[in-house]
Each structure stands twice: as C-alpha cells, then as structure tokens.
C-alpha cells in the first residue's frame, strides 16, 4: 500500500486528517510548490493525495494543473479537501481532475470510507493495466516472433545472415516516416506503420519455391534461370492469397502487395505485373527501396558489400532501378539514419526497438503508468545519478510546462540547492549564488537557440579571489573557453552542455551537463567526497 | 467544566462535532486543546490591521474550514461571513465583522481555559 499526502497550508487540518486516516501511511506537505516537488520525486510511490484548495505559493488548482500536464492524475488519485462553497471553483477542481471533493466540515468516517474505495479502485484499475500491457506485450512478441521465424526460413535457404528481414522492416519504418516529413501525400499511423514494416518481412516468402541451384548459384543466372528466379515475387503473392484463413486481415493484404511488386518499377519495366507509378502501392515501393539498399550494403554470394555512400549514389543515381521521385528524396532526406541502424549491431533487441516501444507507450495513455514502463524509467533515472556520481558532472533538466527546473543530487548537494527550483529564471537563490548576469546570459542564449540549433555550449567560470582574508567568489559564465584570471585569484571552469527541447516548433525546455574542466578547486569538486551509494 | 459544557457555553452543537470525529471524544478533545496553538486567527487580526486583505482573505478562510471541522459554529458562522466579506472586492462592513470574529473567538479561548 502506497503513502498518502496531505496537502494542506493549516497544520491542524493535516494532523486532523492524518488522525482520521491511522493507519496509512502519511506524508505531508504545506503549499502546492512542495507538493509537486514531492509527487515528482516519489511518483510511484503515492497511492492518493487530499488537496487543499486555497494554500500559498501555489494553490490546489495550479497543482491540478501540473498533474495533469505531466500524466500524474493517470495514475495518481486527487481528492480536493475545501470548505470553498463556490461552484465555480468546485467545478473547476473537477474539470482539472480531481476524483472526489469533499466540502468541509469533513466527517472522519466519509473521509475514511472515500479514501479506501478510491484506494481500492485505483489498485484494482492498476492490476488490470498491468496484466492488459503484459498480454499486450506478450501477444506482440508472439506475433513479431512467428513473422520472423517464417522469414529467416525463406533467408535460410538463401544462405543469408538473417538480418536481412530486420534491416529492411527498419529501413521501411524510417523511410515512412521520412516520407511523411516530406509530403502530405502519404499519411501513416504509427500502428500502419508498424503493421507495414511487419509485412515487409515476408517480402521474399516467394523464394520457398525456387529451387537451391538457382536461389544460391555464385555465378550469373542464365536466361531461364533468371526467369524461374523472378517467379518467386508472383509465387509468393499467391501463398499469401490462398490462405484459407486471415485474408482479410490487414497484414495479410499488406503482405500481398509487398511479396507481388516488390520488384517493379517507377517506369513500368518492373515485373510481374509491369506496374508503373503511383499504381505500384506505396508499400511495396517502400519495401522495395529498403530491399535494394540492403542488398547493395551486404555480402551476396554474387557479391561484395558496397558502402552505404556507394549504395546510395548508386540508387539516386538510378542504377538500380527506377523509383518514385518523391522516395528519392525521402533516402537522401533519411541516409544518415539508415547507415546508422546499418552500422549498429543488430541484436534480438536492439535500441531502436525500444525507442519504437517506448514512443508508441508514451502515447498510449492506457499504458503509461504500467509497471514496466515505470520500472524502466526508475531504471533510467537511477543510470543517470549513478553516471553522474562517478564523473561528478551535474545535470539539469527544466520543463515550461511546470516552470520547474529538477538538478541532480550530487549537484544539489554540493552546492546547498533543493533538488526542485520552480521558476529557476527568477530564483532570488539562483541569482545571489550565480549573479543576475548569468541567470540573464543564459536566458538570452535560450532565446537564440532553435530547433534547427538546440545545443548551447557554455562555459561556467568560477573565480575566487582572496580580500582582506576574506574568500569571494565571482562567476562569469561565457562561450568562450578561457578566461583571463585576476591576478591572486583561483579559477575553476564548467562546460555547460545544454539542449534546448521543442515539440512542433515551441520551446519546451532545457536539458543539460555541468561537467568540471580540469581537476582543482571548485563547487561542484565536492562530489567527489559524496557517498556514492548514499546517492543512489 | 467538560468538554460538552464547554460547547454548549459557546453555543456550538457538541454532538455532531463528535460524530465528525468517528465519534471519538478523545480525539474531539485533543484538537480542540490544540486550538489555541493554532495561529490562524492572530494572522487574521494581523492582516486586517495592516489592510493585507488579500492574505486576510485566505486567513479568515482558513480558519472558517478548522472552526467547521471542530464544530465551533458561532465562530465558524463569523469566519464565513468575514470570509465573504473580503472575497472580491473589501465590503465596508469588514472591521465590524473582524470585530465579531474577535469577540467569538476570545469566547472559545476562554471557555477552552475553563476546561477540565
């Protein structure tokens, strides 16, 4: 059973609550501000929280808000507390999210009996989320698995890797992907992508049919053989459409026009079908594309393995068939990313699986709060602090949408600061530690940056100058890497590494590292001394 | 004077104030000792002096919820209409309602000092 916190500026009315709820376990908080900092960092661990609705520094609308924004409430029951008699405001709470509101004066027992039912109802809701997300996952691994099974069976008799089938379902998500950057005219899902670049692993189911001699001769196919060879595009349209089950499934139907016209062309001298243009589904001429880039990037046995920088002149500079213009310029648009999944080490599941994973979670709200998912990112955040303990580098990370700035822990620390600063630009503790001037240069470096160029480089530089026995400490912060040292005064720099994060053209905030330049006497050297395991 | 006493001298409704609390008249007792402590009322006298009746507001609010919840109705009854009083804009009859407010509550502090 998780904590619950009370929210409420009287200290009487939370020792009144906690009271009424013995047994619980209880956490406290006085205003909004330290409320969200609390739920930010204790996240899964909060099972409901009782809001007051008037508080200072931050009230219990603001941190409905917040919630909201950061998916908090999904997971996260809020019963508002208020002897606020307007409806306006009481129906504002609940527009925002809360579950229940109860008015003042509280009754022990109705405070008692709400707070387990939701208790109970939330538990109940985050079983079944965990046992849907864990069938969900487990029928799309099944599902994966059979497909790629069936592949490598055909890759098999063709004396390939098996990595074929993996590198062109990749190529084919990026080059949809890319295609949709490009032009309106083609309109995918993340689910149709995804169900094509599925399909695309059958492309060459056809080749069962051909014999050995022909699928695996070292030297040029003759004529006849070529001829046989060719079949296997028509032949594997055929296995799919005779199915006598799933013929109307959409993967079905997608694996058809993918294993038939994979090999046609732009201009009509393509087979089986000789169909030309836009008559060829895009699919297929995705599919096509991704076929050929891979073979032309791998070992054949009529072959050796070209460059991807070869390979992709040779296809833009059409010697290897001719292709919809517009997919031209979507591979010249997304190379980089195709040489870089080339270049990876293809493993059963590699990074970019769980990027796709982790995409398609993040925008499944249903999904959002399963374990798994929360697993992994407490697995992230505990990778970073360790990382950071070790190198004693600091890192921060603010959000607009709360106004919120969260720094490290080793950072915080060592330099005396809360791990939560809301409002960090205007922070009075920021600015006397720092200086106005460098709060002012790095809101100005924020403005100048944009999503074409997100990477601020900076550098910190902090000056310590002895006065009259008295130690002061100055700190300029520039992008320049050096700085000109007054004499009788110590310096210690920081490289200031920060990105700036966008979401469709608007600014969403800043993620960044404060890494030490050299070993001597700084702030953040205290790290050093810290307790790594303490950290953790 | 027993804790029933006390809420009938200040012309409160013991009984539900004791309902609220699941019945318990150890708890009843417990934060009613406590109120006293509780610095509520002085901020509001404070704010009103000073004519921070933004915060007032919040004050007198504040106190209004802790009053129903301990069932001191005649001071919650003032609170409220103090409460009211400053919402939007500061109705001319404030310092008489402040007043009220002051009057009710040295009520309960003085009954509280009475108790057994």
């Known amino acids: 059973m998780g904590k619950i916190l009370i929210v409420d500026d009287s200290q009487m009315n939370r020792e009144i609550l906690a009271d009424m709820l013995g047994g619980y376990e209880i956490i406290e908080a006085e205003n909004g501000k330290e409320a969200v900092a609390i739920v930010r960092e204790q996240t899964t661990e909060i099972s409901l929280i009782l809001l007051d609705m008037l508080m200072p520094e931050m009230d219990g609308l603001e941190v409905l808000e917040i919630m909201g924004k950061n998916k908090w409430l999904d997971g996260i029951p809020v019963i508002m507390i208020s002897s606020e008699d307007s409806p306006e405001l009481t129906h504002m709470a609940y527009e925002l999210g809360v579950t229940e509101y109860i008015r003042r004066p509280f009754d022990a027992l109705i405070v008692q009996k709400r707070c387990r039912n939701i208790l109970a109802l939330y538990a109940k809701q985050k079983k079944l989320t965990d046992l849907f997300a864990d069938q969900f996952y487990e029928r799309e691994k099944n599902s994966h698995m059979m497909i790629d099974i069936l592949a490598h069976i055909v890759e098999f008799r063709n004396n390939e890797c098996g990595l074929h089938v993996k590198n062109v379902q990749k190529y084919t998500e ?11 005219k083609y309109k995918f899902t993340d689910a149709e992508i995804e169900i094509i670049s599925n399909a695309s692993a059958l492309h ?6 051909i014999p050995d001699e022909i699928l695996n001769k070292p030297g040029k196919l003759t004529d006849e053989e070529f001829k ?20 109307e499934e959409p993967i079905v139907k997608l694996s058809y026009d993918i294993a038939r016209w994979h090999h046609e062309r732009w201009d009509g001298r393509g ?3 000789g169909l030309k243009g836009d008559d060829i589904p895009i699919a297929a001429q995705v599919v096509s594309l991704a076929d050929v880039y891979d073979a032309l990037t791998a070992d054949r046995v009529y072959k050796k393995a070209f460059t991807h920088e070869k390979a992709v002149s040779m296809i833009l500079g059409g010697e290897c068939g001719t292709f919809n ?3 031209l310029l979507c591979l010249d ?5 195709m040489r870089s999944i080339k270049e990876k080490s293809i493993s059963e599941k590699s990074e970019h699986d769980i990027k796709a994973y982790a995409r398609e979670l993040l925008k499944n709200d249903v999904l959002f709060s399963s374990d798994r998912v929360v697993k992994r990112l407490d697995h992230e955040r505990l990778k970073n602090r360790f990382f950071d303990a070790v190198t004693g580098e600091c890192s921060f990370e603010y959000h607009v949408s709360t106004r919120m700035m969260t720094i490290s822990r080793n950072a915080a620390v060592s330099l005396g600061l809360p791990e939560t600063i809301m409002d960090p630009f205007s922070d009075k503790t920021l600015s006397n530690m720092f200086g106005a001037d460098v709060i002012k240069y ?16 900076l550098y910190l530089h902090e000056l310590v100058q002895n006065y009259d026995g008295e130690l002061k400490e100055l700190f300029v912060l520039s992008s320049d890497e050096t700085i000109e040292c007054p004499e009788g005064a110590d310096t210690c720099s920081y490289r200031i590494l920060c990105l700036t994060t966008w979401e469709n053209d608007n600014y969403t905030g800043v993620i960044g590292k404060i890494v030490p330049m050299e070993f001597g006497y700084g702030i953040l ?4 001394h810290i307790d790594i395991k303490g950290l953790l | 004077m027993t804790l029933k006493d006390f809420y009938d001298k200040i012309g409160s409704d013991y009984n539900s104030a004791l309902l609220r609390m699941g019945n318990s008249e150890k708890m009843l007792d417990k934060f009613v000792r406590k109120f006293p402590n509780d610095k509520t009322a002085e901020q509001l006298f404070e704010c009103i002096s000073k004519e921070d009746y933004q915060l007032a507001f919040r004050m007198a609010h504040t106190l209004k919820g802790l009053c129903a919840n301990l069932g001191l109705d005649r001071l919650q009854k003032a609170a409220s209409d103090l409460t009211e009083a400053l919402r939007n804009q500061v109705a001319p009859n404030t310092p008489q309602l402040c007043e009220t407010v002051r009057a009710e509550y040295e009520k309960v502090i003085s009954g509280l000092n009475e108790l057994d």
Not at chain 1, 204 to 209: E, P, T, V
Not at chain 1, 228 to 247: E, V
Not at chain 1, 525 to 528: L, M, R, S, T, W
């Open chain 1, 525 to 528: 050297k205290g790290a050093d």
């Open chain 1, 204 to 209: 060459d189911i056809g080749k069962i049919s």
């Open chain 1, 442 to 457: 790095i809101i100005s470096q924020i403005r100048n940056s944009s999503p074409k160029s997100p990477v601020l480089y």
């Open chain 1, 271 to 273: 087979y089986p079908d």
């Open chain 1, 325 to 327: 213009p517009m997919l």
């Open chain 1, 228 to 247: 046989i060879m060719k079949s296997h595009s028509a032949a594997g349209a055929r296995m799919l459409s005779d199915l006598p089950f799933y013929n």
């Open chain 1, 333 to 337: 648009l997304v190379k980089d990313e």
């Open chain 1, 174 to 184: 990026i080059l949809l992907r890319g295609l949709m950057r490009i032009t309106n």
